[in-house]
């Protein structure tokens, strides 16, 4: 072998080597992109290297080969759920719904250009075209998806409702389920059935129309968890407008009140006086009594120095007492708190309308309120008796149906989106709530 042969040679692998790592670009950039519109539906468990794993996986994914009647679409599932789930965090049938609706935008698109386009090609004897050009559709395609609606992306996570993810999940069931019979459909057939040609060309033609109709409705679901979450931030901004019309429309009459009492004053010390000249003490005291029963001397209650805690506070302890209620609070939280303001609204009025819901229905209606600020962390806690006893799931006895059944996903949701945690604890006739959230900058 002469030096010119291995040279060549040499340059021949190098060549190859080169090509196969330069298609690897296209592997990436379609991971770049997918992860971008993944991390922006799901939070992530793990951070950094775990990012990155998931962007070479989605990128694989999105070159897995699909074809229609052939079982690759099962094994795709079964490991594309349990890593894009395992890895997420946050409500359970959430993470479901949005895990099915990518798998249901990524597969359709590896199904058509597999299927169709790959057949296509090979008719005009185009084999190399394909080779190339499917690898530019895929990244392509995710790219101009990505920057068609990044400017529309959530900046963090959608968090809702369960009962919404719940409707979510049911809505993503339909293309899930179109997408696995139409590439599922082929392997039913019979033998006799395999060789007939029309039910066949039926197949195919039927994968052209359901394959895209499945990735639009796949996007519309994104779409609509978007709506949805802005619907319920609506939501909870008229909540918290409206408990602070309510406690501003009772400054408003406090100040009225105090400005008729002074208005009014010369002529009480007048009557007082009277009645002491009259010798009548006793009318005099009952007198000075009904001034110091009025509304306008017992002046608003100031549980604490943030606005929003004391606004949802003050309201909820004029509610106990409507309710006949004895609330023990003891708060302690700066003018200024890094969890949001409708975050705050939602834990403090959840986990207090709960306790109320129960106490109600207990001999003991007392209510024991502890939330303070220390070392950087925000804790809550709230205890209540209860009637009758809690199972295990939280949901309660037939006499005490309603019992913190109401807010708690939704509130312990918020605690472990900002970091923190929530848990409750039964025993001896009464639940306890804890929440401690760490604060940024604290």
């Avoid at 319920?232 to 406090?254: C, H, I, T």
Wanted: with cysteine.
């Amino acid at each position: 072998m002469t030096l010119m042969t291995v040279l060549v040679r040499t340059a021949e692998y190098v060549l190859i080597t080169l090509q196969n790592w330069l298609w690897f670009i296209p592997v990436l950039v379609s991971g770049f992109f997918l992860s971008r519109l993944v991390f922006a539906f799901l939070p992530l468990r793990f951070r950094r290297w775990w990012r990155i794993g998931l962007t070479l996986f989605l990128g694989s994914i999105s070159y897995m080969i699909i074809w229609v009647g052939d079982t690759n679409l099962l094994f795709t599932l079964l490991v594309f759920f349990p890593v894009l789930f395992l890895s997420s965090r946050g409500d359970r049938v959430g993470r479901l719904a949005v895990t099915m609706i990518f798998f249901c935008l990524i597969m359709p698109v590896n199904a058509v250009l597999d299927t169709y386009y790959a057949p296509a090609m090979a008719h005009f004897d185009l084999d190399n075209v394909y080779y190339y050009s499917e690898k530019l559709i895929r990244a392509g395609n995710w790219g101009l998806l990505y920057l068609a609606v990044r400017k529309r992306l959530p900046e963090q996570p959608p968090r809702l409702a369960p009962r919404l993810w719940k409707l979510v999940l049911l809505l993503a069931a339909m293309p899930f389920s179109s997408l696995l019979a139409v590439v599922l459909l082929p392997l039913l057939q019979t033998d006799y059935l395999d060789s007939d040609f029309l039910l066949h060309g039926l197949i195919m033609n039927l994968g052209l129309v359901v394959l895209p109709f499945v990735y639009l409705t796949s996007l519309a679901l994104l779409y609509a968890i978007r709506v949805l979450e802005d619907h319920e931030r609506l939501e909870e901004a008229d909540k918290l407008a409206s408990l602070r019309e309510s406690y501003y429309q009772g400054l408003q009459r406090e100040e009225q009140q105090v400005r008729t009492l002074r208005h009014d004053l010369r002529n009480h010390l007048t009557v007082v006086q009277g009645l002491l000249e009259q010798g009548e003490i006793d009318g005099a005291a009952r007198y000075l009594g009904e001034i110091a029963a009025s509304p306008a001397m017992g002046g608003r209650r100031i549980l604490c120095e943030n606005e929003t805690a004391n606004i949802v506070l003050v309201s909820k302890a004029e509610a106990m007492g409507r309710a006949g209620l004895t609330g023990d609070f003891a708060v302690s939280l700066p003018r200024e708190l890094s969890i949001a303001d409708m975050d705050l609204c939602a834990l403090l009025g959840n986990a207090l309308d709960n306790a109320m819901e129960a106490a109600v229905q207990a001999e003991d209606k007392r209510i024991t309120v502890r939330c303070r600020v220390d070392k950087g962390l925000f804790m809550l806690r709230v205890e209540n008796a209860v009637s009758g006893e809690l199972r295990p799931d939280l949901a309660t006895t037939k006499a005490d149906q309603s019992a913190h059944g109401f807010g708690l996903a939704g509130m312990r949701e918020i605690a472990q989106r900002c970091g923190g945690s929530l848990e409750t604890r039964t025993g001896s006739g009464r639940f306890e709530l804890v929440a401690c959230i760490p604060l940024s900058g604290g």
